[in-house]
């Protein structure tokens, strides 16, 4: 008979799966980031205080339920989202990662600090099902070397604790303006690309699973893009966690200049927001937004066809002999065994 194990196991199955639930069968973060709040009822009506918490839950529900043959996964809020998966709009077939924060597109000035959501925490997630958490974090390398000490610690606990729970951690650094700044000009824009690197850097090293990544450039120009082009490939560098790209509101046809470049780099994909999904919501005659609904299906199908093309797949799977040593007989006495 085999020895028992004395040390925790090498590969945590409960993070693969996560991983797994979320990417495509091949592989690939072909994802619909759809957990926006404050902004998203502004979409549904001029006057956003005329909408009900059933009006947003019930426009979410429905594109979902639309969409979700088009994507890996979905990125859901707790407080509108997740009753998808009650109602059954999100499949079974579908990954949900869910945010914890608690975050709008409202830039204040000054340095910023990240406001997680209260009431809900990563064991939450787990009970309700998520397959993998995400966090919004605003971080600058040469900000105020406090507040940027107090959103390291926010990875390091949030990471620390998603750990405990085998749940895959998302981080999305956000580099931000800070008083004074031109964000207009060629120095900021610079400084801004670097920033993008170096914070994503410090996400990984700090215990993200996966990087949600500012697209660190400027498509524009020519000129832009060859820089976008070196950029990206600085990023795959330094980082030694997957990545992938967010819309941040580009249009499509820039988005889709983005994701190339990026997935060419070495990217495994995309988590794309209102740029796909911003006319299926704000159109509200039905026959119109049921066209609109179908436009958005084939901008995601669009944004596969290139990430699948040009990016580079996750590790879903690892070979059996790696498996054997990582899990050896009795592996799980020691899996967790005080949560």
Request: glycine letters at 8%; aromatic letters at 8%; a negative charge.
């Amino acid at each position: 008979m085999s020895a028992l194990p004395t040390t925790a196991p090498k590969i945590d199955p409960g993070k693969l799966r996560g991983l797994q639930r979320v990417a495509s069968d091949d592989g690939f973060l072909e994802i619909c980031a759809f957990d926006h709040l404050s902004d998203f009822a502004e979409l549904l009506a001029p006057d956003p205080k005329s909408v009900s918490f059933g009006d947003v839950v019930a426009a979410k529900d429905a594109i979902v339920r639309a969409l979700s043959p088009s994507v890996s996964a979905f990125l859901l809020d707790a407080r509108y989202g997740l009753q998808t998966v009650a109602t059954g709009a999100l499949s079974r077939s579908v990954g949900l990662m869910v945010s914890v924060e608690d975050e709008d597109y409202a830039i204040p000035p000054g340095p910023r600090q990240t406001r997680l959501r209260a009431g809900w925490s990563p064991r939450q997630m787990k009970l309700a099902g998520a397959d993998a958490a995400k966090l919004l974090w605003f971080y600058r390398t040469d900000g105020d070397p406090a507040t940027a000490e107090h959103q390291r610690q926010v990875v390091r606990d949030l990471a620390g604790s998603c750990e405990q729970l085998s749940l895959p951690l998302i981080v999305e650094p956000i580099w931000y303006p800070l008083p004074g700044e031109d964000r207009s000009s060629e120095a900021w824009k610079a400084a801004r690309v670097d920033g993008i690197i170096a914070s994503a850097l410090v996400a990984g090293e700090l215990g993200a699973d996966i990087l949600k990544v500012e697209f660190p450039g400027y498509v524009g120009t020519d000129a832009g893009a060859e820089r976008s082009v070196a950029a990206c490939k600085q990023l795959d560098d330094v980082v030694n966690k997957p990545w992938a790209i967010l819309s941040a509101g580009a249009n499509y046809e820039q988005f889709k200049l983005q994701l190339q470049i990026a997935c060419q780099a070495g990217a495994s994909g995309y988590l794309a927001g209102r740029s796909v999904w911003r006319d299926a919501v704000s159109i509200h005659d039905p026959a119109k937004r049921g066209e609109a609904i179908a436009a958005a299906r084939q901008l995601l199908d669009g944004l596969n066809d290139i990430t699948r093309k040009y990016g580079r797949p996750l590790t879903l799977a690892l070979p059996l002999r790696e498996v054997l040593t990582g899990m050896p007989d009795g592996w799980f006495q020691s899996w967790h065994s005080t949560v």
